[in-house]
C-alpha cells in the first residue's frame, strides 16, 4: 500500500529548500484534505482562482476541528490590531478600511519616495564596499526605515518598534508555543501603545506624514477611528517589512546562485522591472494565504466544504510547470510572463503595498549590482528558518 504524501513544512530541509516538495504534492494531490484540519492548495490556476473568488479572511466563518483547533487555541488575527487590519476583515468593512487607507497610499506618494530610498540604498552599498552580508547591510533595514519615515514615527522609538515587530511578524506563522503567543501578545500591546500615543501626537501636531494623511482620511464623513488606525499601522509594519526583506534577500540569492542571471542584469540594467517580477515568482516572500470557505468550493474536482480552512500555496503555484512551462525552476529574468506570479496575493486582498515593495526592491538591487561589478557570494547562505515568511537571514558577500 503506498504511503499517503502529505504537506509537511516541518520535515528536514522544508525551510532551506521547500520546492521539491511543492513538486511531489503539484503532482500526487494538489487539492489536500490534511488530516491537522486544513487543506493545502498546490497548483497555480487553483490558487490563483481561490485568490479571486469571494471567500473569507476571518475565522468566526470556521467550523470546528477537533484536531485544528486543540492546535491553533485562539486566532493568530487576535495577536496583531485586534482583528481590525485590512488583513483579517471580509467586505464591507474590508472595503471599507482599503478605500480609507489607498486615499493616502496612492502611486504618486509611493513614487514620491522614490530619492529617499535610493539614498538609503546608497548608504547601504557603501557600508558593503568591503563586503559583509547583504541582509544586515540592506535588506533588512532598508523597508523598516522607510516604513518608519513614511509614518513619521518618532525616531526615539525606531529600534523598540524594530524588535516589537519582529516578535509580532511570527503572529504570521504557524503557531505551537504557548510561550511565543504570549510574547507576541505583549509586543502587540506595546506597539498599539506606541501607535497610539504617535496618533496622539498628529492629531495635536499634524505633519506631512503618512500618519498625519491616515487621520485625515475621510470619504463622505467616513474615518478611520483609533483602534483601526492603530490596526492599519501595525499591519504596514507587520506586512510590509519582512516581506520586502525576503524579496530583496532572496532575489540577491538567486543572483549568486545563477551567474548568467546577475551578468544580464549588469549588461542591461532595464531589465530590472521584470527581474522583481521574476524574483517574486521564483522565490517568493509569502510562501502561502488563507481562505475560510463560506460555502462548499469545488476545486479541481474535490469539493472542499463550508467553514474549512483552506492554505494557498503561493510559492509551489510559482513554480506549477503546468502554468510556466518546463522551466518553472529555472531563473529567467527576461520571462515574459513572469507578473502572473501569485506572491502579492489576488482579488479584493491584493497587496495594498505591492508598488512600494516593487520599487524597494528595483532600487535596492538594481543599485548593488550596478554598483558591485565584482558582486559574490563568499559563504554559506543562512535561511531564517520560517515556514510561511521564508527567506535568507544571512547573504555574505564579496565586492
Not at 5 to 33: C, I, K, S, W
Not at 106 to 132: F, H, K, N, Q, W
Not at 168 to 194: C, F, K, M, Q, T
Request: glycine residues 8%; contains cysteine; charged residues 30%.
Amino acid at each position: 500500500m503506498t504511503e499517503m504524501l502529505l504537506f509537511n513544512p516541518f520535515m528536514p530541509g522544508f525551510t532551506d529548500d521547500p520546492y521539491p516538495h511543492y513538486r511531489e504534492l503539484r503532482d500526487a494531490d494538489p487539492v489536500q484534505e490534511h488530516p491537522m484540519g486544513f487543506w493545502f492548495v498546490s497548483r497555480h490556476d487553483e490558487v490563483a482562482d481561490l485568490l479571486r473568488a469571494n471567500l473569507s479572511v476571518e475565522q468566526r466563518h470556521l467550523a470546528p476541528h477537533p484536531v485544528r483547533d486543540s492546535i491553533r487555541g485562539e486566532g493568530e488575527a487576535s495577536l496583531r490590531g485586534g482583528g481590525l487590519s485590512m488583513l483579517d476583515r471580509d467586505p464591507p468593512d474590508h472595503t471599507r478600511l482599503r478605500r480609507l487607507v489607498s486615499k493616502v497610499f496612492t502611486p504618486r506618494a509611493i513614487e514620491g519616495l522614490r530619492p529617499r530610498i535610493t539614498e538609503l540604498v546608497d548608504e547601504a552599498v557603501d557600508r558593503l564596499s568591503g563586503g559583509g552580508d547583504v541582509v544586515a547591510e540592506l535588506a533588512f533595514p532598508l523597508p523598516f526605515a522607510v516604513i518608519n519615515e513614511m509614518l513619521g514615527m518618532p525616531l526615539a522609538d525606531a529600534e523598540r518598534v524594530r524588535d516589537l515587530t519582529g516578535t509580532l511578524v511570527r503572529s504570521l506563522e504557524p503557531i505551537a508555543d504557548p510561550d511565543l503567543v504570549s510574547r507576541i501578545r505583549d509586543a502587540d500591546a506595546e506597539l498599539s501603545a506606541l501607535c497610539r500615543e504617535a496618533i496622539a501626537a498628529k492629531r495635536a501636531e499634524p505633519a506631512d506624514d503618512l500618519l498625519t494623511a491616515l487621520v485625515r482620511a475621510e470619504e463622505d464623513g467616513d474615518v478611520l477611528d483609533d483602534d483601526e488606525l492603530v490596526a492599519q499601522v501595525v499591519l504596514l509594519y507587520v506586512a510590509g517589512h519582512e516581506t520586502t526583506v525576503n524579496l530583496i534577500s532572496n532575489g540577491v540569492v538567486a543572483l549568486l546562485r545563477h551567474p548568467d542571471q546577475l551578468r544580464a542584469l549588469r549588461e542591461t540594467p532595464e531589465l530590472i522591472g521584470n527581474a522583481v517580477e521574476e524574483f517574486l515568482r521564483y522565490d517568493s516572500p509569502v510562501q502561502s494565504g488563507r481562505r475560510v470557505t463560506t460555502r462548499p468550493v469545488t476545486v479541481a474536482d474535490r469539493e472542499i466544504p463550508a467553514g474549512s480552512f483552506v492554505l494557498l500555496g503561493q510559492a509551489s503555484a510559482n513554480r506549477d510547470e503546468r502554468f510556466w512551462g518546463p522551466d518553472a525552476d529555472t531563473l529567467r529574468l527576461d520571462r515574459r510572463d513572469a507578473r502572473l506570479h501569485v506572491s502579492f496575493g489576488a482579488g479584493p486582498h491584493h497587496c495594498l503595498g505591492a508598488a512600494l515593495a516593487r520599487m524597494e526592491a528595483q532600487v535596492a538591487i538594481g543599485r548593488l549590482v550596478a554598483r558591485c561589478p565584482n558582486l559574490a557570494q563568499a559563504g554559506e547562505i543562512e535561511w531564517n528558518g520560517r515556514i510561511n515568511l521564508r527567506g535568507a537571514a544571512r547573504v555574505p558577500v564579496s565586492v
